[in-house]
Nanobody, 124 residues
Framework: QVQLVESGGGLVQAGGSLRLSCTAS????????MGWFRQAPKKERELVAH????????FYVDSVRGRFIISRDNATNTAYLQMNSLKPEDTAVYYC?????????????????WGQGTQVTVSS
């Protein structure tokens, strides 16, 4: 497994922005990509965005497309999630995860390393 350390969560008003960071403890060339998931109270964990490590190709779910931007810095083994125009429904614990296996990005079973989670709270 790869150790992942997250930072950047917090409390923000609706319409505001936050940037999450996820730094891996080692080079991530053995992983296919990085995903950002979120889990709100009493809801299942869901994929928010994914980025391919090698190509930088990004994927977003419909609810965040146009508001969130995922990026990565291969030199520092860090992935970012820039969250703009935040809404109260974006409130959740956000997790980064390193994808080891091929398949549909939204399946958590494809990821073998997870960050500790960071709380994002958006007030109305």
């Amino acid at each position: 497994q790869v150790q992942l350390v997250e930072s950047g969560g917090g409390l923000v008003q609706a319409g505001g922005s936050l940037r999450l960071s996820c730094t891996a403890s080692e080079r991530t060339f053995t992983r296919l990509g990085m995903g950002w998931f979120r889990q709100a109270p009493k809801k299942e964990r869901e994929l928010v965005a994914h980025i391919q490590w090698r190509t930088g190709e990004a994927f977003y779910v419909d609810s965040v497309r146009g508001r969130f931007i995922i990026s990565r810095d291969n030199a520092t083994n860090t992935a970012y999630l820039q969250m703009n125009s935040l809404k109260p429904e974006d409130t959740a614990v956000y997790y980064c995860a390193a994808r080891r296996y091929s398949g549909l990005y939204r399946f958590p079973e494809l990821y073998d390393s997870w960050g500790q989670g960071t709380q994002v709270t958006v007030s109305s």
